[in-house]
């Protein structure tokens, strides 16, 4: 298989129809590294705000159990969208997510940020530090699983473009941002997460590389100094000699995706592993869809309102 030939076969799909395939190409084929180095990035965003950092301060998972608290977030993504999200099991992943965000309480207005940083950090990572840009097929597939997956959490309101995704994304930082002590507090516990998976002498380093492809406003509201110009301009430089590296290899075969690998669980897991331990006592939460859409189309509208609630991932 060529390099561009998955993207020929994408640029003749309908992302209306086919979103939740294309998401699996960008996420296990073209992308697999650089989706979760976007969505990693996606993290750290929510913790500058304020409102969302100070729950995670107090709950203090990421300082218990920060590794399983990240894998858990990005293992219960993959659970609902690998059959496909209107799957049994993808059902099954969306009603146990919703069991461990209704013990909170939250706006949806935070959630809805949430979810577009998933959807939107990683579209931007790719396009800085990816091979390739994403194509328009590619981009609007990841704001359809996007609203899908807001659907599925019973949050109102989820856009379902791209452009619609970023103005959201962009006029809730532009006023939410704001330095909070929990914001740098909830932020060092992920980056020692992050450092933790390089060998112990370059640990500052990895975490002074990871500051240097954060934007200011970022860096100001989780209260970090920004890396010098220096180590900025190596980094990028780093990631686009990677990028261009990739760019000569061959495209990934369809028999070997790239999986999901779980610090956490090294001999695999099943949904009943992930979230606290807590979760498991709460009765499930139906999904507000008693009847999910025709499989494969995008979803026609927002969802019910519902009560709000609390956790940022």
Do not use: C
């Not at 949904?271 to 999904?287: E, I, K, N």
């Amino acid at each position: 298989m060529g390099r561009y030939s998955r993207l020929r076969r994408i640029r003749q799909m309908d992302p209306q129809q086919d979103f939740e395939q294309i998401y699996r190409w960008i996420v296990h084929y073209e992308f697999p590294r650089d989706y979760l180095h976007g969505a990693s990035i996606a993290f750290l965003r929510d913790y500058g705000v304020p409102r969302i950092s100070r729950l995670l301060d107090r709950t203090q998972e990421f300082e218990r159990a920060g590794q399983k608290r990240y894998d858990d977030t990005v293992l219960l993504t993959y659970e609902m969208v690998r059959a496909g999200t209107d799957s049994e099991h993808g059902r099954a992943a969306a009603r146990h997510l919703n069991r461990i965000h209704g013990r909170y309480r939250i706006p949806d207005e935070d959630f809805l940020y949430v979810l577009a940083t998933t959807v939107v950090g990683p579209k931007r990572w790719i396009d800085r530090f990816g091979w390739r840009r994403l194509s328009e097929q590619e981009t609007e597939s990841l704001a359809l699983v996007g609203r899908r997956m807001g659907e599925m959490m019973g949050i109102s309101g989820a856009p379902d473009t791209y452009a619609a995704f970023e103005r959201l994304h962009d006029a809730y930082e532009r006023e939410m941002f704001a330095y909070d002590p929990a914001n740098r507090r909830v932020a060092a516990a992920t980056l020692r997460i992050l450092a933790s998976w390089y060998p112990a002498p370059v640990r500052r380093t990895a975490s002074r590389v990871v500051l240097a492809v954060l934007d200011e406003p970022l860096l100001e509201a989780l209260g970090f100094r920004p890396e010098p110009h220096w180590l900025r301009a190596a980094v990028h430089r780093v990631f686009r000699v990677r990028a261009a590296l990739i760019r000569l290899l061959p495209a990934r075969p369809e028999r070997f995706p790239r999986e999901p690998r779980a610090r956490t669980y090294p001999f695999g897991w099943t949904l009943d592993d992930l979230g606290p331990h807590w979760a498991h006592s709460r009765p499930p939460t139906p999904l507000q869809d008693a009847t999910p859409p025709e499989r494969g189309s995008a979803p026609a509208g927002p969802s019910a309102p519902h009560v709000p609630r609390q956790e940022s991932r």
